[in-house]
């Protein structure tokens, strides 16, 4: 949720890599010719209207509008009523910024409304939107698809999984389990599962652990992974398919 000043300029560089992308639209994906001489072939064109519904984190505000921008779409953004204040300044400085590119201001705009009727009318406004992307936790994507009346893209849920094989570089494994959790825990890609080939369990894990358990990572694990420290909790079954 916070936005200081690294993060800013986090989004800022995130632009820039955006903005360096070769444009997708009217790339040719592939071709053929059909037995009577017929040419079919596969081109890159917008989708048209996207509507994007997500939670909390006001950067999404910044990616969902610098990548419909680039596809050549526009977008219609309903955040959380958390970050309504930030959102709002950073639409308004994208409009600006589109006004100055002459771009039309309103290729994006917000959805100032952070109540469910709004969010509901959003998802059934057939004929003004193309396609809905829900962006966000397992229950926000459930509520779009159970109500939704405009096509959908349904999108991961997290649940990210990291597997070492017995042939991994047990320190490079290590240095990416670490990064993987530590870095930013509250995003969609952060990791919730690792799985360790049984054949190096033994000699990855209790480092892996260690360095996790420090840092103020909870571990709950298989009873093999018990028996490396006590630090590790016992596993539920449910603890296997939670987006932590």
Same mark, same amino acid.
């Given at each position: ?13 995130? &632009?820039?890599?955006? +903005?360096? !992308?070769?444009? =997708? ?16 072939g596969?081109?890159?064109?917008? !989708?048209?209207?996207?509507g994007?519904?997500?939670?909390? *984190? ?10 419909? /921008?680039?596809s050549?779409?526009s977008?219609? $953004? *309903? ?13 308004? /400085?994208?409009?600006?910024? $589109?006004?100055?590119?002459? !771009? =039309? #201001? ?5 959805i ?6 709004? +969010?509901?009318?959003?998802?059934r406004?057939?004929? @003004? $939107?193309?396609? !809905?992307?829900?962006?966000?936790? #397992? ?5 779009? &698809?159970?109500? +939704? ?13 990291? @597997? ?8 490079? %494994? %290590? ?8 870095? *930013? #825990?509250g ?7 690792? &799985? ?5 369990y033994?000699?990855? &894990? ?8 420090? %840092? ?7 009873? *093999? ?8 909790? #016992?596993?539920?079954e ?5 987006? @932590?």
């Amino acid at each position: 949720m916070e936005l200081t000043e690294k993060r800013i300029n986090e989004m800022v560089e995130g &632009l820039g890599i955006i +903005a360096a !992308l070769p444009d =997708p639209i009217g790339e040719i994906k592939s071709m053929w010719r059909r037995p009577n001489g017929l040419e079919i072939g596969k081109m890159c064109v917008p !989708l048209g209207v996207i509507g994007i519904i997500y939670e909390a *984190r006001p950067n999404v505000t910044v990616d969902a509008a610098a990548l419909t /921008i680039k596809s050549g779409n526009s977008v219609v $953004l *309903r955040g959380s009523s958390e970050a309504i204040v930030t959102n709002r300044l950073l639409v308004s /400085i994208i409009q600006e910024g $589109l006004q100055k590119t002459n !771009l =039309p #201001p309103n290729a994006v705009v917000l959805i100032e409304d952070t109540s469910r009727q709004a +969010a509901q009318e959003l998802m059934r406004m057939n004929g @003004y $939107l193309d396609v !809905l992307i829900p962006r966000g936790g #397992p229950s926000l994507i459930k509520t779009v &698809l159970d109500n +939704a009346t405009v096509p959908v893209i349904e999108t991961g849920s997290g649940n990210c999984h990291i @597997y070492v094989d017995k042939s991994a570089e047990l320190k490079m %494994a %290590a240095n990416i389990i670490f990064n993987a959790k530590t870095q *930013r #825990p509250g995003v969609c890609n952060a990791v919730e599962t690792l &799985l360790v080939h049984k054949d190096i369990y033994s000699q990855l &894990l209790p480092d892996v652990i260690k360095q996790l358990t420090e %840092a103020g990572v909870e571990i709950y694990g298989c009873p *093999r992974t018990m028996s490396l420290s006590q630090e590790v909790k #016992p596993a539920t079954e449910k603890d296997w398919q939670t987006e @932590y």
